[in-house]
Every structure is written in C-alpha cells, then in structure tokens.
C-alpha cells in the first residue's frame, strides 16, 4: 500500500543536507577542490577545462553550499 510514502517523504526532507555532504566527502568543498580526492579525478577527466554547467561544476557549486 502506502508504506513508499513515508519512506519518499523521508527522503524529500534528507536530501537538501544529505547531498551536499556527500558531495564534501567527495572533495567538493567551498575552498575548492581537495587535492588528492575524488573530485580531483572528476575534474582531471575533463583534461585541465572544466566548462559551467557541466557536471563537475554542478557538484562544486553544491560542495560551496555551508549547510551547518
């Protein structure tokens, strides 16, 4: 039945704190980039020219968001 509904609205208030650190984690930050981190790999996949909009940039933007 309506067992989803909890779960989803659940969700629905997670998500705007639950995203930003993950993408913190992943070395997103407001300093930039963590050398060394997953994100350093993400944007060295896009050979030196991180263009806005792409995804790269998308997930710096979130990692800048202070959430606390």
Do not use: D, H
């Not at 659940?10 to 997103?28: D, K, N, T, W």
């Not at 030196?48 to 997930?59: E, F, Q, R």
């Amino acid at each position: 039945g309506l067992v989803w509904v909890p779960s989803a609205l659940g969700l629905m208030i997670a998500a705007p704190f639950a995203v930003p650190a993950v993408v913190g984690a992943l070395g997103f930050g407001a300093g930039g980039i963590a050398a060394g981190s997953a994100a350093a790999s993400i944007m060295g996949s896009y050979g030196g020219t991180v263009a806005a909009g792409s995804a790269c940039a998308a997930l710096q933007s979130i990692g800048n968001l202070r959430m606390f």
